[in-house]
């Protein structure tokens, strides 16, 4: 028996129902929020017009928005790795990606 198969219609439709929300959640409001601090803190180096500050808050930036980038696709990564490994039988799982 496929326990898995039964996490999406059983009784755990909720736990998986709420898995989905978290995973979503991850997914677009990190990056964004990542993307929207980075930016504060560019703002806040060219208001102190610091030539230093302002290339340092410039590489943070960069770097927040690789995070936010590879915080957005780690789903479809894991989606992948998982694809391959199951040899694309994502059925146990599939009702975590829809």
């Known amino acids: 028996m496929n326990y898995l198969v039964d996490l999406c219609n059983g009784e755990f439709k909720l736990v998986v129902d709420i898995v989905k ?5 991850i997914q677009y409001a990190v990056p ?8 504060i803190d560019l703002f806040k180096a ?8 302002i290339k340092t ?3 943070l930036l960069i770097k927040r ?3 936010g ?7 479809l990564i894991v989606k992948l790795v998982f694809g391959q490994a199951l040899g694309q039988d ?5 009702c975590f990606f829809d």
Do not use: H
Not at 32 to 39: E, V
Not at 46 to 53: F, G, L, P, Q, Y
């Open 21 to 25: 929300f978290i995973i979503a959640l």
């Open 32 to 39: 964004i929020a990542i993307i929207i601090l980075g930016s």
């Open 46 to 53: 060219v208001v102190a017009s610091k030539e230093d500050e």
């Open 57 to 59: 808050a410039q590489k």
């Open 65 to 67: 928005v690789i995070y």
């Open 69 to 75: 980038v590879v915080v957005f696709f780690v789903v």
């Open 90 to 94: 994502l059925s146990g799982i599939s």
